[in-house]
């Protein structure tokens, strides 16, 4: 954990570093961590899976009585993760295939090997976006 951060903010920058090196190992390619794209937008991980940019919203929890990923990925954050992602896909001014994953980190840093689930394709880009190409 690193020194004077609160513990939820180190808990999750320990979280996001298990998920990329789960993704890394599963044969993705890390394009972007911790991607601001405004003061308020933030992207946790981008990656490529082969042609497809994949958009990683990681969510992390000491223990699974804390609740499941979809649960805190609500209508709100998803709606936060679709303006953000079209910021990011503005700024690559040619048509991509994407999608949104979720990967949920279940551990605490020094307690040993954490439970990773990935769900791929957790939810579509919000309706009320439109692509920018």
Not at 24 to 49: N, P, Q
Not at 58 to 79: A, I, Y
Not at 86 to 100: A, E, G, N, Q, S
């Amino acid at each position: 954990m690193k020194v004077g951060l609160p513990t939820h903010l180190a808990t999750g920058i320990w979280g996001e570093r298990q998920a990329e090196r789960f993704l890394k190992r599963e044969g993705y390619h890390i394009l972007s961590r911790r991607f601001r794209v405004t003061a308020r937008d933030e992207l946790d991980l981008v990656a490529r899976d082969k042609a497809i940019l994949v958009f990683v919203e990681v969510k992390t929890r000491k223990s699974e009585s804390f609740g499941r990923p979809l649960t805190f990925v609500d209508r709100q954050k998803r709606h936060v993760l679709s303006r953000a992602a079209i910021r990011y896909l503005t700024r690559l001014k040619h048509p991509v295939t994407f999608r949104f994953d979720i990967v949920e980190v279940i551990g605490e840093e020094h307690a040993g090997t954490p439970l990773i689930r990935h769900i791929e394709n957790a939810f579509l880009l919000d309706s009320c976006y439109v692509l920018p190409w």
